[in-house]
């Protein structure tokens, strides 16, 4: 059975270019995560949907950061302008359920702005 | 926000010695899992510990949940150079299903 798959697995722009991150979660799961990992601050959580629905999005940065899940099967997150300080590896994590479930990660996006 | 704080932040030993990594908090969790990280990979779990005090075992390593529920302890017992990577803990509290990590413990065991 297919994991958890991102794209694009490695992505070089430049600052004020629009960078698309892209995730299928694994099929029959309901809960949506996008994490941000840097040496610095660790994983960050940006946003959880359950349901396809965004039930917390407090830890996006700012209004440059969007994401969206049209459906049970895709979600998007968008940076739009970018900057240097984006730079990180975007994990998306997806579980059956809620409470102490089990998070599958994609491999992740390794974003580079210069 | 629940903050995690990881010790050690980093490990390197030989194979063959034991270690403990440990993670802590001021907040109550519900649960607590400890995730393995090797590098270009994403996370993946190794353990879910939900009652205080509780103690799980996965060969070599050896998981504990604080009596509190704030802290819990990772030990690997005979390291090997298959254990290195990076050990993150994360906790979910209260009505949040939302699981926070620490910063990760990383662990470089040499032959």
């Known amino acids: 059975d297919a994991g958890v798959i991102q794209s694009p697995r490695h992505e070089v722009t430049e600052m004020g270019q629009e960078v698309t991150l892209r995730c299928k979660p694994i099929s029959g799961h309901n809960s949506l995560f996008w994490y941000r990992q840097t040496m610095m601050r660790g994983l960050e959580l940006l946003i959880y949907?359950?349901?396809?629905?965004?039930?917390?999005d407090s830890g996006m940065p700012e209004d440059r950061f969007s994401a969206k899940m049209p459906n049970a099967s895709f979600s998007t997150l968008k940076i739009q302008p970018s900057e240097p300080r984006d730079s990180a590896v975007y994990f998306c994590?997806?579980?059956?359920?809620?409470?102490?479930?089990?998070?599958?990660f994609g491999e992740g996006s390794r974003l580079t702005v210069l | 926000t629940q903050l995690l704080e990881q010790s050690p932040q980093f490990l390197s030993i030989q194979e063959g010695e034991n270690l403990t990594v440990y993670c802590n908090s001021s907040?109550?969790?519900?649960?607590l899992q400890w995730y393995r990280q090797e590098p270009g990979e994403g996370p993946v779990l190794l353990v879910t510990v939900v009652t205080g005090g509780e103690v799980k075992k996965l060969k070599r390593l050896t998981f504990q949940f604080g009596d509190a529920r704030k802290d819990s302890s990772l030990h690997i017992t005979a390291a090997q150079p298959g254990d290195t990577g990076l050990y993150l803990c994360a906790g979910s509290s209260g009505g949040s299903y939302i699981p926070t990590f620490g910063r990760g413990t990383s662990l470089i065991v040499h032959p």
């Open positions: 994590a997806s579980r059956l359920g809620e409470w102490a479930g089990e998070l599958f």
């Open positions: 907040s109550v969790f519900s649960s």
């Open positions: 949907f359950n349901n396809n629905v965004p039930i917390d």
